[in-house]
């Protein structure tokens, strides 16, 4: 049986929820934003106006602005985004058991076996999809149609917005071999330029190269992405409510002022390592690794890892180690704009430590163990602001505030657990 598979891509999703109830701005060009007083000041979503300007998502407002002086700034509203997010997933399964969401505004979907049922071609199936959707909310949709995921993906940003594209094993080298390289999923700017400097330009230079030249440029990624480019993807739809193994759990900020001080570096670092611990305590999970993103006030950005010499959920061990990385990529005085801490190396149980006959093996602490789990259970009942770190107090770094309002009822429960 031939593989069929939709991906589904709401076009520009987060602008075109706020204008839902703002009709009255969809010929202007609208942009959502974080807040510019929080200095969390970045285009999120653009309408197509706004892109036709040249407004790009990730760039600074005043960089937006530039381009489009008369750019309208909305701000985001996370659960009207939920809202629709469920709206769409639900349509999606009426026509499937296999829906798998890939972000808040994309999913693929598995109709191999069902697209019979609904429609005269897949193709078919894939425009009465969008129209479904559009009258049940009003928003667009653009959907790949292939017989792999990352052919489809590439099919729903093929045409945009409110299009279906259709990739067969017979058209796919004419309609996808000659975009750029950075086209393809999973092709971010380090692996684009990598990829440039051996030459390789489309995503048929890519199909075209030997693959153990790419692995030697890219390791894992130069294999995945010669697959990708010859239509060898193979990974599944999974099932809708099937979750995906954790791979990574990180938290980031930015700050509302520059942290100059080694003290409210470290202070930073502890709540992020804070935050990051709970929650891989609450999917039991352990990390053997982390990673630390820094940028500065000229918005340059640096990413450091490190091994852990054991597995942890704990947020000193966290902490602990993120200092070292800081402390060794950075000089008091600096200005720090935003950090991120970030768990890898994931796995479901700790790793096996190795013994040595010189020194002491690095060992499992139970009483911290008990105390950041305690932590947990307070946070639980009073709500995650009920208990942290006493370095964070009266320091304005935009970490949130300790406070001892009790938490419950339908609303917190419901928001706890959240799509994604």
Request: hydrophobic share 40%; charged share 30%.
């Amino acid at each position: 049986m031939e593989r069929w598979i939709l991906h589904c891509d709401c076009n520009s999703f987060y602008a075109s929820v706020e204008l839902l109830s703002r009709p009255e701005l969809r010929q202007k060009p609208v942009a959502v934003c974080g807040d510019p007083e929080s200095r969390h000041g970045i285009i999120l979503a653009k309408n197509e106006p706004a892109k036709a300007m040249g407004v790009k998502t990730a760039e600074a407002i005043w960089q937006a602005k530039r381009k489009c002086p008369d750019l309208v700034l909305l701000p985001p509203h996370r659960e009207r985004y939920v809202h629709y997010y469920k709206i769409i997933n639900e349509i999606y399964c009426r026509f499937t058991d296999r829906v798998e969401p890939f972000s808040i505004d994309e999913s693929w979907l598995d109709v191999s076996g069902s697209w019979q049922l609904f429609a005269q071609s897949p193709k078919a199936l894939a425009d009465r999809l969008r129209a479904e959707v559009h009258g049940a909310t009003g928003l667009t949709v653009s959907v790949g149609v292939s017989f792999n995921k990352v052919f489809a993906k590439l099919g729903s940003d093929y045409k945009k917005p409110d299009a279906t594209t259709l990739i067969t094993r017979e058209n796919f080298k004419d309609i996808l071999w000659p975009l750029p390289a950075r086209d393809m999923l999973f092709v971010g700017r380090s692996a684009a330029e990598k990829l440039a400097g051996m030459g390789i330009s489309t995503i048929g230079d890519l199909a075209a190269a030997d693959e153990k030249a790419l692995a030697a440029a890219l390791g894992k990624l130069g294999h995945t992405l010669s697959r990708y480019a010859r239509g060898l993807d193979d990974a599944p739809v999974r099932l809708w409510g099937e979750k995906e193994p954790v791979k990574s759990v990180g938290s980031g900020r930015t700050f509302p002022h520059d942290l100059v001080t080694a003290a409210e570096v470290h202070s930073a670092l502890w709540a992020l390592s804070d935050e990051v611990a709970a929650r891989l305590r609450r999917h039991g999970v352990w990390a053997g690794a982390v990673q630390l993103t820094v940028r500065d006030a000229s918005l340059k950005t640096i990413t450091r890892q490190a091994r852990l010499p054991m597995s942890t959920h704990l947020a000193r061990d966290l902490a602990d180690a993120a200092w070292r990385l800081m402390q060794a990529n950075w000089r008091e005085g600096e200005p720090v704009r935003m950090l991120t801490v970030t768990a890898q190396g994931i796995t479901e149980e700790p790793a096996a430590v190795q013994q040595s006959f010189y020194e002491d093996a690095p060992r499992p602490d139970p009483r911290r163990e008990k105390l950041e789990q305690s932590l947990d259970a307070i946070r639980g009942k009073y709500g995650k602001g009920a208990i942290g770190a006493g370095s964070i107090l009266r320091k304005d770094l935009g970490l949130g505030r300790l406070s001892m309002e009790e938490k419950g009822g339908d609303e917190d429960d419901e928001r706890a657990k959240g799509p994604l």
